[in-house]
């Protein structure tokens, strides 16, 4: 088959569901910085905005959310694409559009690390991983909430831990007697 039949261009698209390539380069930086990451097949990752969707689940809301890739599709989009995905990262880009980029760079290490060292999704007990909610608290995704940036962090979770209530964020600010 010649090659040039074997591409497919689409010059305008307004569906639902882009194709968004963003994604890709920070999770990269993501999966050098972070050790539990490290594992993570990047290339392997089609990244996807739905851009009507609300994800919501029960009435939670979803940010993002990472599957698996049927073999059967994996071998179409192959096909067309002369690459291979096996998994698919779709962003909810109406739940988001209030995020500032750092909270988008927590959404993507968020479904990042739920793949597993085997390829299948890892079991968690509470909805934050444990270095996001002690260091950036359970809240890192509300409207004007300011957090540390992911990647010029360098995958250091005590820098980028976040002053608490009755914590003071430097020791000149504490009270002199």
């Known amino acids: 088959m010649p090659e040039a039949s074997r591409l497919v261009v689409i010059d305008e698209w307004s569906g639902k569901y882009q194709i968004n390539e963003v994604y890709r380069d920070p999770a990269m930086k993501l999966v050098k910085q972070f050790q539990d990451l490290q594992y993570v097949p990047v290339e392997a990752i089609l990244f996807v905005d739905n851009i009507d969707g609300s994800g919501k689940n029960k009435d939670k809301v979803k940010y993002a959310e990472i599957r698996k890739i049927s073999e059967k599709w994996q071998d179409l989009i192959k096909q067309m694409t002369g690459r291979t995905f096996c998994y698919m990262l779709e962003f909810y880009k109406k739940n988001m559009e209030d995020m500032t980029w750092s909270q988008v760079l927590m959404v993507l290490y968020r479904e990042l690390r739920k793949i597993g060292p085997d390829g299948d999704f890892k079991a968690y007990a ?52």
Request: hydrophobic share 35%; glycine share 6%; aromatic share 12%.
């Open 126 to 177: 509470i909805e934050e991983w444990p270095e996001i909610f002690y260091s950036i608290g359970e809240d890192w995704h509300g409207k004007n909430r300011i957090i540390s940036n992911l990647i010029e962090a360098r995958g250091d979770w005590d820098n980028m831990r976040q002053p608490r209530l009755f914590e003071p964020v430097d020791s000149s600010l504490r009270r002199v007697k």
